[in-house]
């Protein structure tokens, strides 16, 4: 827990949020600011600053994230027409939150990524 962090409070339970989903290692809630009719955030209950900072004892954790981001799309109805999942790593990616998280975004035709 970082004292600072947004999302360590949203873990901790200080700071509200529409939780999705929950285990023991990840929690899943939707954007505050969705860009898109389906925008959620699943995020490791652990302070991991940046992609950069994970490490080889993570990749478990990796891997539920992006299951779990999947169980909630589909759940969501986005299993026929697509969702996409973002990471993104510092600044010039646009991160501003610098504890990890993925984006699930989904429910309106995308742009290509550039
Ligand atoms: P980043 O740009 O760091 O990849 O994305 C951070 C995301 O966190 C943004 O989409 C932003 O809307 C979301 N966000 C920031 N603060 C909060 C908050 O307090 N609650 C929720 N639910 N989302 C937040
Ligand atoms: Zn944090």
Redesign the pocket.
Known sequence: MIDDC?FCK?VDGQ?P?TKLYEDDNLLA?????PIAPTHF?VIPKEHIPTLDDVEERHAQLLGDMLYVSAQLAQQKGLGASGYRQVI?CRESA????FHL?M?VIGGRKMDKMG
């Open positions: 947004i949203i700071i949020c809630f939707e954007d505050i600011h955030l993104n646009g991160q501003v939150v998280h984006h």
